[in-house]
């Protein structure tokens, strides 16, 4: 569908940006876009659970979840649509490929705002917004191809990317159940376990291939 492998990615990205932007601008807007589990159990307004995944707080929070998503989401659609030889048996033909990573994204932002849905839907107040369970689910994506590929953080920290994996749903998990800084890690959590289990779903070949890639090209 599209001659090169990043096309999907620019696009989430592009219109992310725009949305945020005009949500920086028009608070009215903002109110009517975000995860509202209130809203959309008591009005119907289930449309928030994919929108809220397009709307920031503020430009650094944009920065940082579109940096991530920068750096991860085109190895998954590139991995996805057969750009690396190395995974070509489990990437889709090329008029889909573009369609799976796109709905992946897509669902994987309204699975991961599920539980505050469940768990919020008679809390008025309760509100939540960004991209960060989909650019989590992309991530964790990079990590079932590669399991021993090294991410640096802050651009100088290198840990091998299962290990960060682990410890960023550990941390998720301890950060959920504690609260009280207005993160919604609980999204983070889910999005990052749903796109590679759908993709598995998809592609069941891909977990012997990460049992293998974590086995036999272990650094230690």
């Not at 979840?65 to 998954?76: K, L």
């Not at 599920?114 to 990590?143: E, Q, R």
Request: aromatic share 18%.
């Amino acid at each position: 569908m599209f001659d090169q492998p990043f096309f999907v990615t620019y696009i989430i990205m592009g219109i992310t940006v725009l949305v945020s932007y005009l949500c920086f601008n028009d608070r009215a807007l903002f109110e009517k876009l975000k995860h509202s589990p209130y809203q959309e159990s008591n009005n119907g307004e289930y449309y928030r659970l994919i929108t809220a995944g397009f709307v920031h707080g503020s430009w650094i929070h944009l920065g940082v979840n579109m940096f991530v998503f920068y750096s991860f989401g085109r190895f998954t659609e590139a991995a996805i649509s057969g750009y690396y030889t190395s995974f070509s048996e489990y990437a889709f033909a090329p008029a889909i490929a573009p369609l799976v990573y796109l709905a992946l994204y897509l669902l994987t932002i309204v699975i991961a705002n599920i539980p505050t849905l469940l768990k919020h839907k008679d809390n008025p107040h309760y509100g939540a917004i960004g991209a960060s369970g989909a650019v989590s689910g992309a991530t964790f994506c990079y990590i079932l191809y590669l399991p021993w590929e090294k991410i640096y953080l802050y651009g100088i920290i290198g840990i091998y990317s299962i290990i960060a994996g682990v410890a960023f749903l550990f941390y998720s998990q301890y950060a959920a159940k504690k609260g009280g800084d207005n993160i919604d890690h609980t999204a983070h959590f889910y999005g990052a376990i749903a796109m590679p289990i759908m993709l598995i779903a998809l592609r069941p070949g891909l977990i012997g291939h990460f049992i293998e890639m974590l086995t036999t090209n272990r650094p230690f």
